[in-house]
């Protein structure tokens, strides 16, 4: 669902100032931090050595923070400063407001639904998420 125009269309909205290479990115840690270069570079499907590259104009941005992390102090972990969460909260807010036309045309009833079925879909991805990491972490 990579879909760069309307990424553009999101973080204008937003009112940020973010080049679109990077929203992917940001987004990413804010879901997973914290989350080692490769880990991050896997989740969005690129080469890690690009990945560090824009992790690190995201720290010169004061949007992210690099820590070793506890479980191996080889590994970098990248995760969101406060100024990180005020643009993720722009992005949401951004989100909300241009999603609020389709769903204006949906009954209560719809509504209701869709919540349900996501509350579910987070639920089950969730649980598929800690399944993998913990088969990853047998894989070591």
Request: charged residues 35%.
């Amino acid at each position: 669902m990579n879909q760069p125009h309307r990424d553009e269309i999101l973080i204008a909205e937003a009112g940020i100032q973010l080049d679109r290479a990077l929203f992917q990115l940001i987004v990413g840690i804010h879901r997973f931090a914290p989350i080692g270069v490769v880990e991050l570079a896997d989740r969005v499907g690129r080469d890690h050595t690009t990945v560090s590259r824009q992790v690190a104009k995201l720290a010169e941005l004061g949007l992210v923070e690099r820590r070793p992390s506890a479980e191996d102090r080889r590994v970098k972990e990248a995760l969101l400063t406060e100024e990180g969460r005020r643009v993720i909260d722009a992005l949401d807010a951004a989100r909300g407001r241009l999603s609020q036309p389709v769903f204006e045309q949906w009954s209560d009833r719809d509504l209701l639904e869709l919540e349900r079925l996501m509350r579910r879909f987070v639920d089950d991805l969730v649980g598929w998420s800690a399944a993998e990491k913990a088969a990853a972490a047998d894989d070591r």
